[in-house]
């Protein structure tokens, strides 16, 4: 009897020891995120308006009916941005050729949506001639904007790429973005107490190089490479060199999916803020040269103790994070990670300080330094 009660407690705490860790009996395959697709050609529509100068642009977007505009190739230049408010669809003869100096602004207070950019190219190196700072700037009437097969560049002066204040529908898909000072691309209503009828999506985005000087001067209010803050979805993402994040999540981000993104060269690759609430992070492949992997702030007074993640899901994901793979402040609420790889951490696959029912189930933290550990509860502030 001796003996098989000492097995009897041995398998009792080898038992323990798993829940505690919450390691896998087996490696966990993780599925590869899927990389964007490229700005590729289109078939221009027959019977549009054609232009070949900045004025031939500009008269024409005066036009009060929606119209469908084809722009030759060339450089179109202006002192300020070119304004379509009226819901015009603006198309590159060939994908690319049309090259545009000055910002594009698409909405106003009444006017109408549906506006169409399509295989445009954005090289602007002065932030006077864009709209609040933004090559690309959506706001007011503009719903249902969609922004196809384009490439900015913003020569590290332009604040933004494209930010969408009007997030109503709103599309942009096929993206390539480079060298802005605070946002790659931004999809914000800028009201954390905003709804959209219709949510947004961000499809085929490759953002690079986010930075101002010094890097990281904005205290991680910007330097993001992509900033989603309303309802939608994002898909296939590609971040590289953002000073702050790479990805950023909050103000009214209920129910965003964040699905195959590839993040690296950046301080932190998804920052949840607040609000972020009922949203899932699926088939994120997190670098070694990233601190952290996931961050979710902390209760913090100043948003009356409210947690910034709840309810949210990060699942099917690899971590190479030097530091923690995913740390959830204190606060964070029925957040779950789950079915994810952890490799490389020095402090810990999972840090979870202070939370508040979040759970961990069927991670490999085989992967992780041996001065690691799956999981920690204490404050990352005193991590090594």
Known sequence: MRPFALIVAACFVAAAAFRITGTTAAPVRVPAPAAPVPPRAYLVPAGAVRVSTADQLRAALTRSTPTTIVLADGT???????SNRYGHRLYAAHLGKAVLRAGLVIGSNEGGAGA???GLAFDVADPAKTFDGAAIAVWGAARGAR??????NGRNVVPAGIVARQTDGFRARRIAARNFTSYGIEIDANDPAGSSAAPSLLEDADV???SRRPPRSSDGTAEACIWLGAPGLAR????????WMGIWTGSSATGVHVADADI?????GVY??????????ERVHVRPDVRIGVLAEWASPEWGGEPASVDNVIRQSTFESA???????EGTTRTSVRGSVFRNQSWAGIGNYLGRGNTFAGNDYSGIRSSAVPVSHGHISGAR
């Open 323 to 329: 530091l923690c793979g995913v740390y959830l402040d």
């Open 272 to 281: 949840i803020e607040h609000f972020t609430h009922d949203s899932t992070f």
């Open 116 to 118: 169409l950019v399509r």
């Open 76 to 82: 179109y230049d202006a002192p300020g941005p070119f």
């Open 236 to 243: 296939r993402l590609r971040v590289r060199n953002c000073a």
């Open 208 to 210: 690079a190089n986010v």
């Open 264 to 268: 690296g060269a950046t301080r932190t």
């Open 147 to 152: 922004i196809l097969d384009t490439r900015i």
